[in-house]
């Protein structure tokens, strides 16, 4: 059974730090790519940062430069640091293993300006 458990989420005032963990279970977590996703109110889910198997990264443009994807795979969880946080960075945050159907609950990142 696939789980997905994000955590770190919180309020945080503009120009501050976050970090996000993602716990995973029921599937090999090494050799999927994995994917931050956020959802901010009023609009669709769009993909945020991804980490291939080989440590590949990428990000959106809106947080290239402020976020970091990295993972573990002794411990089948990605992180994702957050710097320079915007009000525009509020969001539920989700991760979600690519090609797989599974979501976790999410974890809600507020930011006040």
């Known amino acids: 059974q696939v789980q997905l458990v994000e955590s770190g989420g919180g309020l945080v005032q503009a120009g501050g730090s976050l970090r996000l963990s993602c716990a995973t279970s029921g599937f090999i977590f090494s050799t999927y790519t994995m994917v931050w996703y956020r959802q901010a109110p009023g609009k669709q889910r769009e993909p945020v940062a991804t980490i291939t198997p080989l440590d590949y990264t990428y990000y959106a443009d809106s947080v290239k430069g402020r976020f970091t994807i990295s993972r573990d795979n002794a411990k089948n969880t990605v992180y994702l640091q957050m710097n320079s946080l915007k009000p525009e960075d509020t969001a539920v945050y989700y991760c979600?293993?690519?090609?797989?159907?599974?979501w976790g609950k999410g974890t809600l990142v507020t930011v006040s300006s």
């Open positions: 979600h293993p690519q090609r797989m159907t599974y």
